[in-house]
């Protein structure tokens, strides 16, 4: 406001306001004092449109005004996809460690077998752009095999290893870091033999193992069919189905805990071992077995109960949801 008084000032200054009649004097009718009063009239205008509208753009600014830029698109998902199959074999005797670290996404399936070998086919899917992509893909998304004694570790390569990237795949884009993958495997191994398993996201089966398991997975539907061996299990999410074929566990028995989702238990009719359920926080325990009888008083979604003359323990735990516990069926 101070820029235009000074700035209104100036002009009449310089056009001598006081020599302009005021309209309706006798010296209205001078034409040369009718052109300074109009232009003076126009110049305050023009002066206080130019004011308004400044004012008008540093208020705008003041508020931060939003950009007009566009915002860029989003990504294209990958269009091609890359599918093989790799498969290796080891000899492998009764009573060694398979160690295997699955890929962040993929399915599992470990069963016995009579040959004292150990079997592993992975079907391996990558997702790129090109096949430019999809062979850089190739070179990291993989699996490797450590072999030291009676120990063989199955460890899966890839773009989620950020350490295996730095060492081996320095100059390796950015851009492919984030595309979908996985690895689904296989493997046939002695009945006689321990398994440490650690599994991403996908579908988990364990068949006629005896010896120690030990797993650790994140979401997941799971099927487990065991008679025996030292079993302890951890799912993340998901759910859990435990078949016991035989009528008595043999071995030291099983934990198996899910951290919410529902967990189901088949046991034969004439099972004969005890069980432990627990349900920590929202959910409940569902016994349709009737061969399995309360040992004794336990709280509220939790039960101790003991199937014909007992035997090894089977403990189940789920933090939020159902525990169901049924006879199996001839089909299954």
């Known amino acids: 406001m101070a820029n235009f008084s000074r700035a209104r000032h100036t002009i009449f200054s310089h056009l001598n306001i006081n020599s302009i009649a005021v309209p309706g004097s006798s010296a209205c009718s001078s034409a040369p004092s009718k052109h300074a009063f109009l232009f003076v009239v126009l110049l305050l205008l023009c002066f206080a449109f130019s004011y308004t509208g400044g004012a008008h753009a ?3 600014r003041s508020r931060g005004a939003v950009s007009s830029t566009p915002t860029p698109p989003l990504p294209a998902p990958p269009d091609l996809t890359r599918s093989s199959t790799r498969h290796e074999t080891r000899r492998f005797g009764y009573g060694g460690t398979l160690t295997v670290y699955g890929a962040p996404v993929g ?3 470990i069963e016995a077998w009579a040959r004292n070998e150990v079997d592993i ?3 391996i899917e990558l997702k790129g752009g090109t096949e430019e992509e999809l062979t850089r893909l190739a070179a990291v998304n993989n699996f490797v095999l450590d072999e030291d004694g009676s120990h063989l570790t199955l460890l899966t390569t890839g773009t989620h290893d950020r350490k295996f990237m730095k060492r081996s795949a320095k100059d390796f884009p950015k851009k492919l870091l984030t595309l ?3 690895i689904d495997y296989r493997i046939r191994v002695p009945a006689q033999v321990d398994l440490d398993i650690f599994a991403g996201r996908g579908v988990l089966n364990l068949n006629n193992i005896d010896g120690a398991i030990s797993l650790h997975a994140g979401e997941s539907t799971a099927s487990f069919t065991l008679s025996g061996g030292d079993v302890v299990s951890t799912v993340a999410g998901g759910s859990v189905l435990l078949r016991v074929p035989v009528n008595s566990w043999r071995g030291r028995g099983a934990s198996i805990r899910l ?5 189901t238990v088949e046991l034969p009719a004439g099972f004969n071992g005890d069980v432990d359920a627990k ?3 929202a959910g409940r325990i569902e016994n349709n077995h009737p061969a399995l009888v309360v040992r004794e008083r336990a709280p509220e979604r939790q039960l101790r109960a003991r199937a014909g ?3 090894a323990m089977l403990s189940f735990e789920v933090g939020d949801g159902v525990i169901r516990i049924k006879t199996a069926t001839s089909g299954n």
């Open 279 to 281: 349900v920590l926080r």
């Open 58 to 60: 540093q208020s705008q």
């Open 121 to 123: 086919t992975a079907e």
């Open 107 to 109: 399915s599992i399936t």
């Open 180 to 182: 979908p993958w996985k």
């Open 309 to 311: 003359a007992g035997g």
């Open 259 to 263: 951290a919410r989702g529902d967990l």
